[in-house]
Protein backbone atom coordinates (compact mmCIF):
# COMPACT_ATOMS: atom_id res chain seq x y z
CA UNK A 1 0.00 0.00 0.00
CA UNK A 2 1.35 3.30 -0.77
CA UNK A 3 2.18 6.03 1.95
CA UNK A 4 0.23 9.00 2.09
CA UNK A 5 1.21 12.25 -0.01
CA UNK A 6 -0.36 15.07 -0.62
CA UNK A 7 -0.01 14.63 -4.35
CA UNK A 8 -1.27 11.27 -4.25
CA UNK A 9 -4.41 12.70 -3.09
CA UNK A 10 -4.28 15.22 -5.38
CA UNK A 11 -5.27 18.10 -2.43
CA UNK A 12 -5.08 21.25 -2.86
CA UNK A 13 -6.11 23.66 0.04
CA UNK A 14 -7.96 26.23 -1.79
CA UNK A 15 -10.56 23.69 -2.54
CA UNK A 16 -11.13 23.46 0.68
CA UNK A 17 -14.38 25.01 2.72
CA UNK A 18 -14.86 25.67 6.55
CA UNK A 19 -13.55 22.42 7.59
CA UNK A 20 -10.17 23.70 5.94
CA UNK A 21 -8.43 24.00 9.41
CA UNK A 22 -9.75 20.94 10.82
CA UNK A 23 -7.80 19.50 7.66
CA UNK A 24 -5.09 21.22 8.08
CA UNK A 25 -4.46 20.37 10.92
CA UNK A 26 -5.04 16.78 10.67
CA UNK A 27 -2.45 17.31 7.49
CA UNK A 28 0.39 18.97 9.79
CA UNK A 29 -0.46 16.34 12.93
CA UNK A 30 0.30 13.54 9.47
CA UNK A 31 4.02 15.12 8.30
CA UNK A 32 5.21 15.87 11.77
CA UNK A 33 4.50 12.08 12.64
CA UNK A 34 1.42 12.53 15.12
CA UNK A 35 -0.27 9.86 13.22
CA UNK A 36 -2.93 9.74 16.43
CA UNK A 37 -3.86 13.33 16.29
CA UNK A 38 -3.71 12.52 12.45
CA UNK A 39 -6.64 10.08 12.83
CA UNK A 40 -8.77 11.75 14.70
CA UNK A 41 -8.81 14.98 12.74
CA UNK A 42 -9.24 12.58 9.34
CA UNK A 43 -12.05 10.51 11.23
CA UNK A 44 -14.21 13.65 12.48
CA UNK A 45 -14.10 14.97 8.75
CA UNK A 46 -14.73 11.96 6.92
CA UNK A 47 -17.82 10.97 8.90
CA UNK A 48 -19.30 14.64 7.48
CA UNK A 49 -18.67 13.10 4.44
CA UNK A 50 -15.48 14.34 2.78
CA UNK A 51 -14.16 12.05 0.27
CA UNK A 52 -10.11 13.58 0.94
CA UNK A 53 -10.84 12.91 4.85
CA UNK A 54 -12.04 9.28 3.88
CA UNK A 55 -9.40 8.36 1.59
CA UNK A 56 -6.71 9.35 4.19
CA UNK A 57 -8.64 7.81 7.15
CA UNK A 58 -8.58 4.30 4.77
CA UNK A 59 -4.81 4.60 4.20
CA UNK A 60 -3.93 5.16 8.09
CA UNK A 61 -5.90 2.06 8.81
CA UNK A 62 -4.16 0.16 5.61
CA UNK A 63 -0.79 1.44 6.91
CA UNK A 64 -2.11 0.75 10.54
CA UNK A 65 -1.11 4.33 11.71
CA UNK A 66 -2.25 6.21 14.79
CA UNK A 67 -4.40 2.91 14.91
CA UNK A 68 -4.34 -0.68 14.80
CA UNK A 69 -3.92 -1.71 11.40
CA UNK A 70 -6.92 -3.25 9.69
CA UNK A 71 -7.77 -3.87 6.34
CA UNK A 72 -11.85 -4.35 6.56
CA UNK A 73 -11.57 -0.07 7.80
CA UNK A 74 -9.60 0.62 5.16
CA UNK A 75 -11.65 -0.90 2.35
CA UNK A 76 -15.06 0.66 3.92
CA UNK A 77 -13.40 3.87 3.65
CA UNK A 78 -12.06 3.69 0.33
CA UNK A 79 -15.39 2.56 -1.17
CA UNK A 80 -17.14 6.03 0.53
CA UNK A 81 -14.85 7.98 -1.16
CA UNK A 82 -14.46 6.07 -4.63
CA UNK A 83 -18.28 6.02 -4.67
CA UNK A 84 -18.30 9.44 -4.81
CA UNK A 85 -15.84 9.83 -7.31
CA UNK A 86 -12.37 10.50 -5.40
CA UNK A 87 -9.66 9.06 -7.66
CA UNK A 88 -7.05 8.05 -5.63
CA UNK A 89 -9.96 6.23 -3.26
CA UNK A 90 -10.71 4.06 -6.56
CA UNK A 91 -7.14 3.73 -7.17
CA UNK A 92 -6.50 2.11 -3.87
CA UNK A 93 -9.55 0.01 -3.58
CA UNK A 94 -8.77 -1.35 -6.85
CA UNK A 95 -5.73 -2.86 -5.10
CA UNK A 96 -7.17 -3.82 -1.86
CA UNK A 97 -9.41 -6.37 -4.35
CA UNK A 98 -6.39 -7.24 -6.31
CA UNK A 99 -4.42 -8.03 -3.18
CA UNK A 100 -7.32 -9.73 -1.60
CA UNK A 101 -6.48 -6.88 1.42
CA UNK A 102 -9.62 -6.63 3.45
CA UNK A 103 -12.08 -8.53 1.05
CA UNK A 104 -11.27 -12.25 -0.62
CA UNK A 105 -9.39 -11.41 -4.20
CA UNK A 106 -11.55 -10.19 -6.82
CA UNK A 107 -9.85 -9.08 -9.79
CA UNK A 108 -13.19 -7.87 -11.64
CA UNK A 109 -13.50 -5.46 -8.65
CA UNK A 110 -10.27 -4.82 -8.93
CA UNK A 111 -10.79 -4.19 -12.66
CA UNK A 112 -13.71 -2.36 -11.98
CA UNK A 113 -12.26 0.21 -9.68
CA UNK A 114 -8.84 1.02 -11.44
CA UNK A 115 -10.93 1.51 -14.92
CA UNK A 116 -12.86 4.27 -13.01
CA UNK A 117 -9.87 5.85 -11.83
CA UNK A 118 -8.28 5.41 -15.29
CA UNK A 119 -10.73 7.31 -16.92
CA UNK A 120 -10.13 10.28 -14.77
CA UNK A 121 -6.54 10.18 -15.84
CA UNK A 122 -5.02 8.27 -13.04
CA UNK A 123 -1.71 7.32 -14.39
CA UNK A 124 -1.03 4.75 -11.86
CA UNK A 125 -4.27 3.15 -12.41
CA UNK A 126 -3.51 3.03 -16.12
CA UNK A 127 -0.64 1.64 -15.95
CA UNK A 128 -2.62 -1.39 -13.47
CA UNK A 129 -5.67 -1.73 -15.81
CA UNK A 130 -3.24 -2.39 -18.50
CA UNK A 131 -1.44 -5.50 -16.86
CA UNK A 132 -4.89 -6.95 -15.89
CA UNK A 133 -5.64 -6.68 -19.66
CA UNK A 134 -1.92 -7.77 -20.64
CA UNK A 135 -1.95 -10.92 -18.41
CA UNK A 136 -6.10 -11.35 -18.71
CA UNK A 137 -7.24 -10.97 -15.04
CA UNK A 138 -10.37 -9.94 -14.29
CA UNK A 139 -11.00 -10.15 -17.82
CA UNK A 140 -10.03 -11.83 -21.01
CA UNK A 141 -6.62 -11.38 -22.24
CA UNK A 142 -6.97 -7.98 -24.74
CA UNK A 143 -3.16 -6.96 -26.25
CA UNK A 144 -4.96 -3.76 -27.86
CA UNK A 145 -6.21 -2.61 -24.62
CA UNK A 146 -2.96 -3.51 -22.76
CA UNK A 147 -1.11 -1.00 -25.07
CA UNK A 148 -4.43 1.85 -25.16
CA UNK A 149 -3.79 1.63 -21.28
CA UNK A 150 0.17 1.85 -21.31
CA UNK A 151 0.17 4.66 -23.83
CA UNK A 152 -1.62 6.86 -21.37
CA UNK A 153 0.47 6.15 -18.20
CA UNK A 154 3.54 6.11 -20.20
CA UNK A 155 2.53 9.61 -21.66
CA UNK A 156 2.24 10.64 -18.49
CA UNK A 157 5.72 9.71 -17.51
CA UNK A 158 4.97 6.61 -15.55
CA UNK A 159 8.34 4.48 -16.02
CA UNK A 160 6.98 1.16 -15.77
CA UNK A 161 4.18 1.70 -18.24
CA UNK A 162 6.96 3.24 -20.74
CA UNK A 163 9.31 -0.01 -19.96
CA UNK A 164 5.96 -3.04 -20.98
CA UNK A 165 5.17 -0.01 -23.58
CA UNK A 166 8.24 -0.75 -24.80
CA UNK A 167 8.07 -4.09 -24.48
CA UNK A 168 4.71 -4.14 -25.98
CA UNK A 169 6.06 -2.74 -29.53
CA UNK A 170 9.10 -4.83 -29.28
CA UNK A 171 7.33 -8.32 -29.29
CA UNK A 172 4.80 -6.91 -31.54
CA UNK A 173 1.98 -7.76 -28.85
CA UNK A 174 -1.52 -5.45 -29.78
CA UNK A 175 0.37 -3.77 -32.32
CA UNK A 176 2.55 -4.43 -35.32
CA UNK A 177 6.28 -4.84 -34.10
CA UNK A 178 8.22 -1.93 -34.18
CA UNK A 179 11.71 -2.05 -33.01
CA UNK A 180 12.02 2.08 -33.19
CA UNK A 181 8.61 2.79 -31.26
CA UNK A 182 10.23 -0.12 -28.50
CA UNK A 183 13.60 2.28 -28.44
CA UNK A 184 11.53 5.18 -27.70
CA UNK A 185 9.59 3.80 -24.82
CA UNK A 186 12.32 2.49 -23.35
CA UNK A 187 14.90 5.09 -23.72
CA UNK A 188 11.86 7.65 -21.91
CA UNK A 189 12.02 4.81 -19.06
CA UNK A 190 15.83 4.18 -18.98
CA UNK A 191 16.30 8.02 -18.79
CA UNK A 192 14.00 7.65 -15.00
CA UNK A 193 16.52 5.19 -13.58
CA UNK A 194 14.48 1.92 -14.91
CA UNK A 195 16.92 -1.03 -14.88
CA UNK A 196 14.59 -3.05 -16.95
CA UNK A 197 14.40 -0.76 -19.42
CA UNK A 198 17.98 -0.27 -19.70
CA UNK A 199 18.39 -3.59 -19.83
CA UNK A 200 15.90 -4.43 -22.87
CA UNK A 201 17.21 -0.98 -24.81
CA UNK A 202 20.90 -2.30 -23.99
CA UNK A 203 19.73 -5.79 -25.88
CA UNK A 204 18.43 -3.39 -28.81
CA UNK A 205 21.49 -1.68 -29.59
CA UNK A 206 23.80 -4.92 -29.14
CA UNK A 207 21.42 -6.17 -31.50
CA UNK A 208 21.08 -3.04 -33.38
CA UNK A 209 17.02 -3.46 -33.78
CA UNK A 210 15.50 0.12 -33.78
CA UNK A 211 19.16 1.71 -34.01
CA UNK A 212 22.45 1.13 -35.47
CA UNK A 213 24.14 -1.71 -33.87
CA UNK A 214 26.28 -0.35 -31.29
CA UNK A 215 28.66 -2.08 -28.44
CA UNK A 216 29.65 1.04 -27.02
CA UNK A 217 25.87 2.14 -25.89
CA UNK A 218 24.72 -1.51 -25.49
CA UNK A 219 27.96 -1.95 -22.88
CA UNK A 220 26.62 1.69 -21.17
CA UNK A 221 23.26 0.47 -20.96
CA UNK A 222 24.31 -2.93 -19.71
CA UNK A 223 26.91 -1.56 -17.16
CA UNK A 224 23.79 1.17 -15.91
CA UNK A 225 20.91 -1.47 -15.71
CA UNK A 226 23.97 -3.59 -13.83
CA UNK A 227 23.97 -1.04 -11.28
CA UNK A 228 20.50 -0.57 -11.05
CA UNK A 229 20.27 -4.04 -9.80
CA UNK A 230 19.57 -6.29 -13.09
CA UNK A 231 21.14 -9.81 -12.96
CA UNK A 232 21.59 -10.47 -16.64
CA UNK A 233 22.71 -7.00 -17.51
CA UNK A 234 26.49 -7.90 -15.89
CA UNK A 235 26.82 -11.12 -18.03
CA UNK A 236 25.50 -9.40 -20.81
CA UNK A 237 27.81 -6.77 -20.51
CA UNK A 238 30.37 -9.08 -20.14
CA UNK A 239 29.63 -10.48 -23.57
CA UNK A 240 29.44 -7.60 -25.47
CA UNK A 241 32.71 -6.65 -23.74
CA UNK A 242 34.55 -9.59 -25.60
CA UNK A 243 33.44 -7.77 -29.07
CA UNK A 244 34.96 -4.58 -28.37
CA UNK A 245 38.42 -3.02 -28.22
CA UNK A 246 40.25 -1.77 -24.90
CA UNK A 247 39.72 1.75 -26.18
CA UNK A 248 35.63 1.41 -26.85
CA UNK A 249 35.41 -0.52 -23.01
CA UNK A 250 36.80 2.32 -21.54
CA UNK A 251 34.64 5.34 -23.92
CA UNK A 252 31.66 3.27 -22.93
CA UNK A 253 32.90 2.97 -18.94
CA UNK A 254 33.18 7.13 -19.43
CA UNK A 255 29.79 7.32 -20.95
CA UNK A 256 28.34 5.29 -18.26
CA UNK A 257 29.72 7.61 -15.25
CA UNK A 258 28.50 10.84 -17.46
CA UNK A 259 25.11 9.48 -17.36
CA UNK A 260 24.96 8.73 -13.76
CA UNK A 261 26.16 12.57 -13.29
CA UNK A 262 23.38 13.55 -15.51
CA UNK A 263 20.72 11.11 -13.51
CA UNK A 264 20.85 9.55 -16.86
CA UNK A 265 19.45 12.35 -18.78
CA UNK A 266 20.33 12.44 -22.50
CA UNK A 267 22.87 9.68 -22.12
Known amino acids: ?21 DFQKGMSAYKSGDY ?54 QYNLGLMYANGQG ?12 AKAAE ?3 ADAQFNLALMYKNGQGVPQDYKQA ?32 YKQ ?31 QDNVYAHTWFNLAAANGNEPASKNRDIVAKRMTTADISKAQSLARECLKKNYKGC
Do not use: C, H
Open 36 to 89: TTAFKEFAALAEQGDTYAQTILALLYADGQGVPQDYKQAVMWFTKAAEQGNVRA
Open 103 to 114: VPQDYKQALKWY
Open 182 to 212: AVKWYTKAAEQGAGRAQFNLALLYANGQGVP
Open 120 to 122: QGD
Open 1 to 21: MKKLTIALLLFTLSALTSWAG
Open 147 to 178: VKWYTKAAEQGNAKAQTNLGLMYDNGQGVPQD
